[in-house]
Nanobody, 121 residues
């Protein structure tokens, strides 16, 4: 599975961004898709995930502000980010996996290259 993220950039606090992750190479529909992020000097952390069934999971820090969705016809997963804060600044990674723990990075053998999101105050 190959994953390519797009949509990152520099925004101000309170603004919105939408990240996209296009998948290719295998059957997209059977995979859970996740978004993780890594800020400078910190470890990679879970942001959101969506199962093939559409069940979603969110980190407490983004709940109510971020929305994950998928379009199986386009083999694409999205992360809509609203009310962005400076602490959301990080490289955001898309991931695909077929395991049973969609909030854990170990669930995902396939990763994208990352997309930088910078939120200025």
């Amino acid at each position: 599975v190959q994953l390519v993220e797009s949509g990152g950039g520099l925004v101000q606090a309170g603004d919105s961004l939408r990240l996209s992750c296009a998948a290719s190479g295998r059957t997209f529909n059977s995979y859970a898709m996740g978004w993780f992020r890594q800020a400078p000097g910190k470890g990679r952390e879970f942001v959101a995930a969506i199962r093939w069934s559409g069940i979603t999971y969110y980190a407490d820090s983004v709940k109510g502000r971020f929305t994950i969705s998928r379009d199986n016809a386009k083999d694409t997963v999205y992360l809509e980010m609203n009310s962005l804060k400076p602490e959301d600044t990080a490289v955001y990674y898309c991931a695909a996996g077929a395991g049973n723990w969609p909030t854990a990075s170990t669930n995902y053998p396939y990763w994208g290259q990352g997309s930088q999101v910078t939120v200025s105050s």
